[in-house]
């Protein structure tokens, strides 16, 4: 019973909760999160602080036991690895999700590997959903962030995720703002 355009609509509130943590998590990225279960929704969460809880783990709690057997959205991928906080694959696993629907793959390839680890513990996983939306929040976020064009860049998740045609011209922009950045970087194709 998997329906696109219901795992669209949770994905899309899911961006809407990353937003929330504007300003206070940055170097890591805005992520956003949504437990449902039948449709509805039973726990929400957003990376709130640098350093902090990561959106899936604040939905989980949020959710409690009604995440037993739900499904789990969220913009990213879900970490695997064990950072400031312990890997995202494990509290989704305790807490017994039963699939997990992620947009985009996260610029930091330390924190990737999230859906292979799930996959191979039984987690339904699918990716990709609301991606160009989820890497434009990205973007917009780092473009945002003062000295943020620098930061695309260092991640490099420039050349990968500006397609759509609103972003490439705003970057450019940015860049026209910030010679000192495309000094330092090199030449970018937008
Ligand atoms: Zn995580």
Known sequence: MIDPATDAAFMRRA???????WG???????VGAVVARDGEVVGEGYHAEYGGPHAEVAALAA???????????????PC????????????????????????????????RGGA????SQGVE???GVEREAVRAQLIDEQIRVA?????????????????????????????ANAPAARGAHGNIPL
Request: proline share 7%; with cysteine; hydrophobic share 40%.
């Open 15 to 21: 961006l809407d909760l990353a937003w929330r943590g």
């Open 24 to 30: 206070r998590v940055h170097p890591n990225p805005l």
């Open 63 to 77: 959710a409690g036991e009604r995440a037993r057997g739900a499904t789990l959205y969220v913009t990213l991928e």
């Open 80 to 111: 695997a690895h064990q950072g400031k906080t312990p890997p995202c694959t494990l509290a989704i696993e305790a807490a017994g999700i039963r699939r997990v629907v992620y947009g985009a793959e996260d610029p930091n390839p330390e924190a």
């Open 116 to 119: 292979e680890r799930l996959r």
């Open 125 to 127: 996983v699918t990716g």
């Open 147 to 175: 000295g943020g064009v620098n930061r695309a860049l260092e991640i490099g998740v420039v050349d990968d995720v500006l397609k759509p045609t609103e972003t490439r011209r705003r970057i450019a922009e940015a860049l």
